[in-house]
């Protein structure tokens, strides 16, 4: 950490960024879809004429970086934004995604559209090592006000800590029960997953420039951890609901090591009980098979036990 640095959490906390505006078409639902492992015969994600055409849960992930338009964006210049009061500078390449938690509020609109996201930074913590620092995004529609849903992230910035900051709450532990997983689900990634998946927007060069992904320590480029995120949303949503994303309400998770393309993921899920009744909760854990690697962990999503659709 430099020498001095030192965080005005008072000032941080509570900031809000110009609104955003973003959107997205049906064509880049399904681009997405095949960028996580959808397969071939899914056509309620695939093919835009099918009845139950529509997007997977955690589409909404990518808009941020995403933004409006659909031609490529330079990583450095979307992923900057603005200086947050009470942050002095720090190294951009010092980032770590931590955390991701996904709330949906209403259903995304099947044919896509205009949205604006607000993002609040809810939280700047010292962990001693580094610092973490919490933004939440709502997304709403750009023109009815619809609140679609909450996006939580957590960046961890390495060589940050020290300053005597606030730890920070300490959140909930999903403990994988001590039995069979009620699903599991194999994806065998391609060589070329994160060259896909960053065509949906995130095109940071880590993940296809192989010197700058050497540059920070890896041999080689890594993929993205939110789409690991979107292969165990899938995942759960397939095997767990019935693959009706209407009963999807949230996720969240640890990311604990990256993925290498061409790896092959597991996803382990067990259902538990909710506090909620009407909610069915699932435990999950991410694993790389080859190297036997965790690579996200304390994962809980919910799914509504009944399709909203069934009450209409």
Known sequence: MPEGYKVDVAKAVGHKSPVQKVDCTKRDFILYALSVGVKEDEMNYLYELDPAFGP?????????????????????????????????PFDPNKIVHGEQALTIHKPFPKTGGSFKQEKTVTGVYDKGSGMVIEGTIDLY?????????????????????????????????????KRQPDAVETFKTTVQQAQLYRLSGDYNPLHIDVPIARSVGFPNPILHGLCTYGITGHAIVKHLAGSDSARF????????????????????????????????????????????????????????????????
Not at 59 to 80: I, W
Not at 163 to 177: F, I
Request: proline share 10%; glycine share 12%; net charge positive.
């Open 56 to 88: 997977l849960p955690t589409y909404p992930l990518v808009l941020g970086l995403k933004g409006e338009g659909a031609d490529t964006n330079v990583f450095k210049e979307r992923s900057r934004g603005e200086a947050t009061p009470g942050i002095p």
């Open 141 to 177: 529609g750009a023109d009815d006000n619809v609140h679609y849903c909450t996006m939580v992230s957590k960046s961890f910035v390495r060589g940050y800590g020290g300053w005597n900051g606030p730890k920070g709450p300490k959140g909930p532990t999903y403990a994988p029960p």
């Open 249 to 312: 309400k949230s996720i969240e998770g640890r990311f604990s090591s990256p993925v290498f393309p061409g790896e092959t993921v597991e996803v382990y899920m067990w259902k538990v009980d909710d506090k909620d009744p009407k909610v069915q909760g699932v435990i999950f854990a991410v694993k790389v098979k080859e190297r036997d690697v965790v690579v996200i962990n304390n994962g809980y999503a919910t799914l509504l036990k009944e399709s909203p659709a069934s009450k209409l």
